[in-house]
């Protein structure tokens, strides 16, 4: 079967998945971008308040993959929307979710100790009474809350499905196939960008590039199988959460 015998609704169904998968490389391409300017003006602008500087080294990265999430569910309709993008929630999504995170953390932990010599888990010295309550009240809600559901929604509820639409057809993959390839394809993307707008040491790169396409390819298969976002949701709460309350500032 070639391209032109297609129907008209599998063309338009193609059609819409090329848009989404646009909308979010050109989302990616500017949190990098946005990341490496913004980064470089808070470094060398010392009288920025530290409060200031966390909320805008997130908004960075937020604001690019929301805007993906609109531009590909304009029109949609609230119904149409949260059907593209996967956004239901079913009670086993939390049971799946914390096993998962868990799973993930343990996993992460190993690799710190294989490639670093330690978990990556031990409490933060504080100098000087450490950070200011309202920089841990934000970093707190941004790690365990925000970033969840913000990078969630973006990769397994937009990327993952449309990429998994986009080759899901007579001429490329089956369903299954195309499956599985998005949720590879996703998970080394999410890696990748956080690779690229973190500031890391050789080793705590390869460290963030292992451990963040591992819990990828968890969460993904997740979203694959269920048809949901919302047990990755619950994964990466846990996942980050337990990264924040081990890493707490003593």
Do not use: K
Not at 113 to 121: A, C, I, P, Q, Y
Not at 176 to 182: D, E, L, Q, S
Not at 208 to 223: E, I, K, N, P
């Amino acid at each position: 079967m070639t391209r032109r015998d297609l129907d008209p609704a599998e063309h338009v169904r193609e059609r819409s998945a090329a848009w989404d998968v646009l909308y979010a490389a050109l989302a990616l391409a500017a949190v990098v971008i946005a990341s490496s300017v913004v980064g470089d003006l808070l470094l060398r602008s010392p009288g920025v308040p530290p409060l200031v500087s966390v909320v805008v080294s997130y908004l960075v990265i937020w604001v690019p993959l929301l805007a993906a999430v609109v531009f590909a569910t304009v029109g949609l309709g609230r119904a149409g929307a949260l059907r593209r993008l996967g956004l239901r929630l079913r009670p086993l999504d939390l049971l799946w979710g914390v096993g998962i995170g868990l799973i993930a953390r343990v996993l992460d932990a190993l690799v710190n100790l294989g490639v670093v010599g330690s978990t990556g888990l031990e409490p933060v010295p504080t100098i000087d009474g450490g950070p200011a309550v309202g920089v841990l009240v934000v970093t707190v809600l941004a790690r365990v809350l925000l970033a969840p559901v913000v990078e969630e929604v973006f990769f397994r509820g937009l990327l993952q499905r449309s990429t998994a639409r986009l080759l899901s057809t007579p001429t490329r993959l089956d369903a299954r196939g195309a499956a599985v390839m998005a949720v590879i394809t996703t998970s080394l993307v999410f890696a990748l960008m956080h690779a690229l707008v973190g500031s890391f040491s050789p080793a705590g790169l390869l460290v963030t590039l292992v451990s963040t396409t591992v819990f990828g390819l968890l969460v993904g298969t997740l979203a694959a199988v269920t048809g949901r976002v919302g047990g990755t949701v619950f994964a990466h709460v846990v996942f980050n959460g337990l990264a924040v309350w081990a890493t707490w500032p003593v």
